[in-house]
């Protein structure tokens, strides 16, 4: 079955640098779109970066500079390079992967990120 394990979460200061990682198995990895999205108490799910299977990306603009989105098809794992940590980047951090057709669209089971003094 399909699993998406994330991890590198944590308790980071302000302006402190994080790296998420995401390790997929079940699908053909390098043909799906990958992404984080994230979610604060109390707001709606949002996404913060994705990256196509041919390697093309997008941000949100409240991350855009400060956070980076890659990936690793021989390890079947995309990163989050997150840097120049701000308070409001606290939420749970979840993993998605989308086919090109968005037939299929899985989750993964969310890490938390505080940033916090």
């Known amino acids: 079955q399909v699993q998406l394990v994330e991890s590198g979460g944590g308790l980071v200061q302000p302006g402190g640098s994080l790296r998420l990682s995401c390790a997929a198995s079940g699908i053909i990895f390098s043909t799906y779109r990958m992404g984080w999205y994230r979610q604060a108490p109390g707001k709606q799910r949002e996404a913060v970066a994705v990256?196509?299977?041919?390697?093309?990306?997008n941000y949100a603009d409240s991350v855009k500079g400060r956070f980076t989105i890659s990936r690793d098809n021989v390890k079947n794992t995309v990163y989050l390079q997150m840097n120049s940590l701000k308070p409001e980047d606290t939420a749970v951090y979840y993993c998605n992967a989308r086919s090109v057709s968005a037939r299929y669209d899985y989750w993964g089971q969310g890490t938390q990120v505080t940033v916090s003094s």
């Open positions: 990256i196509t299977s041919g390697g093309s990306t």
